[in-house]
Antibody, heavy 120, light 110 residues
Framework: DVQLLESGGGFIQPGGSLRLSCAAS????????MSWVRQAPGKGLEWVSG????????YYADSVKDRFTISRDNSKNTLYLQMNSLRAEDTAVYFC?????????????WGQGTLVTFSS | QSALTQPPSASGSPGQSVTISCTGT?????????VSWYQRHPGRAPKLMIY???QRPSGVPDRFSGSKSGNTASLTVSGLQAEDEADYYC??????????FGGGTKLTVL
């Protein structure tokens, strides 16, 4: 079975940094693109970033461009999201999601999510 | 990268059918056949119900169906059951390897 397990969430302060990880199992990780999707409190889902199966190509929503960096280690079956210059509006549950193709086209499996919460 | 537009709520009685719409533009929903629908129960991970507009993953009941006309995609749930009560989200490929999601629709089974 496909399993995606996120970790690394926590309390953030303005301007701070956080690194999320997603451990994948149950499928050939290196074959599929991966994405991070977030859901702020009371809001809908928002695609944050995607990465090709090889890791060579990365893609970002305008809201996080130049602040967040997505990466993957296919030898460790792990996806990462480095989040810098954090803002209060980045507060959300962050989901790791597997795509159906080698480049982002639509996700099929999701993790349970990890919470990133603004702390004043 | 504007979010797709979904009605905030929808409802139906057990056994009835309900259709949820998802409106985008020619740059996303209308331009590609990569529309997906997800079901999310509180506190649980989203579950894929429909992919590529109308394809159903194995294990998803055939009561769930998807379609698209122009810039609007639709999810129809037939023979509503209590367990169908959940939030439903659409998503679409938006070109240049970007994805876009809808704001979500809360489906209530009366």
């Amino acid at each position: 079975d496909v399993q995606l397990l996120e970790s690394g969430g926590g309390f953030i302060q303005p301007g701070g940094s956080l690194r999320l990880s997603c451990a994948a199992s149950g499928f050939t990780f290196s074959t599929y693109a991966m994405s991070w999707v977030r859901q702020a409190p009371g809001k809908g889902l928002e695609w944050v970033s995607g990465i090709s199966s090889s890791g060579i190509s990365t893609y970002y929503a305008d809201s996080v461009k130049d602040r967040f960096t997505i990466s993957r280690d296919n030898s460790k079956n792990t996806l990462y999201l480095q989040m810098n210059s954090l803002r209060a509006e980045d507060t959300a549950v962050y989901f790791c999601a597997k795509d159906t193709r080698s480049s982002p086209r639509g996700v099929d499996y999701w993790g349970q999510g990890t919470l990133v919460t603004f702390s004043s | 990268q504007s979010a797709l537009t979904q009605p905030p709520s929808a409802s139906g009685s057990p056994g009835q059918s309900v259709t949820i719409s998802c409106t985008g533009t020619s740059s996303d929903v209308g331009g590609y056949n990569y529309v997906s629908w997800y079901q999310r129960h509180p506190g649980r991970a989203p579950k894929l119900m429909i992919y590529e507009v109308s394809q159903r993953p194995s294990g998803v009941p055939d009561r769930f169906s998807g379609s698209k006309s122009g810039n609007t995609a639709s999810l129809t749930v037939s023979g509503l059951q209590a367990e169908d009560e959940a939030d439903y989200y659409c998503s679409s490929y938006a070109g240049r390897n970007n994805l876009v999601f809808g704001g979500g629709t809360k489906l209530t089974v009366l």
